[in-house]
């Protein structure tokens, strides 16, 4: 039996972003959704409940963190898996992922799209 797709909820704003981070995930043979507000990333949470959230802190309608704080509320919320995948470094944004329960945080600018496509997976367990 084959095993069915890991969804992936992609929280991002930039267009180009979004397609080459879609394009790297579905290649790895992932199923990706993409939200480009944090309001519009909560409503697909509820729609879709993803095995794992990719969320960028800077969004049109406020800052990732906040969108985090809703899903964390909701029914599946807390268990949630997410990665933050942003360009702040600084150490008060990692220190408040952490403590929002993310599992990793990635700094775009250090990563290409297969490594982050690989801590994915390893995320995810696989």
Known sequence: MEEKQKKILLIED????????V??????????????????????FKKATP???LLDLML???S???ALREIRRMPNG????VIIL????????????KRLGALD????????????AERVRQALGM
């Not at 942003?86 to 992922?97: K, P, Q, V």
């Open 64 to 66: 990732g963190f906040d």
């Open 105 to 116: 945080y990635l700094v775009k600018t250090n990563h290409t799209l297969p490594e982050i």
């Open 60 to 62: 049109p309608d406020g």
């Open 23 to 44: 394009l790297e995930l579905k290649k790895t043979g992932f199923d990706v959704t993409s939200a480009r507000t944090g309001h519009e990333g909560v409503e697909e």
């Open 14 to 21: 930039d267009t180009f972003m979004i397609e080459l981070i």
């Open 86 to 97: 942003s360009n702040l470094s600084e150490a008060t944004h990692i220190e408040e992922a």
């Open 51 to 53: 095995d794992i959230i």
């Open 78 to 81: 807390p268990n949630a898996k």
